[in-house]
Nanobody
Framework: QGQLVESGGGLVHPGGSLNLSCVDS????????MGWFRQAPGKAREFIAT????????LVAASVKGRFTISRPGSKGILYLQMTSLKPEDRAVYYC???????????????????WGQGTEVTVSS
């Protein structure tokens, strides 16, 4: 049974950086697309970025483009989200998820993802 475990969240000042990790402990999802979402207090879950199984093709939401980078080094079972120039509005719980491999990529809707981690909280505050 696969399991996704996120880490790397925390408190950071505006303008700072954080690197989130998502470990696929069972190496179950090496050939699946994956993505990052976030959910701010009182708001719906929001798509952030997605990456194909090969780690080459990526798509980042316009709201974070140029500041966030998604990556997955080959054959290591780890998904990353590098976040720079963080803003107070980036405050949220960040989730990694496994996408439905039978859908045409890129996939940006929450319903297109089948398996989720527990989330890691990011707070941006001075």
């Amino acid at each position: 049974q696969g399991q996704l475990v996120e880490s790397g969240g925390g408190l950071v000042h505006p303008g700072g950086s954080l690197n989130l990790s998502c470990v696929d402990s069972g190496r179950t999802f090496d050939y699946y697309p994956m993505g990052w979402f976030r959910q701010a207090p009182g708001k719906a879950r929001e798509f952030i970025a997605t990456i194909q199984w090969n780690g080459v093709e990526t798509l980042v939401a316009a709201s974070v483009k140029g500041r966030f980078t998604i990556s997955r080094p080959g054959s290591k079972g780890i998904l990353y989200l590098q976040m720079t120039s963080l803003k107070p509005e980036d405050r949220a719980v960040y989730y990694c998820a496994v996408g439905n491999q039978f859908l045409q990529w890129p996939i940006e809707t929450e319903s297109s993802y089948r398996f989720w981690g527990q989330g890691t909280e990011v707070t941006v505050s001075s």
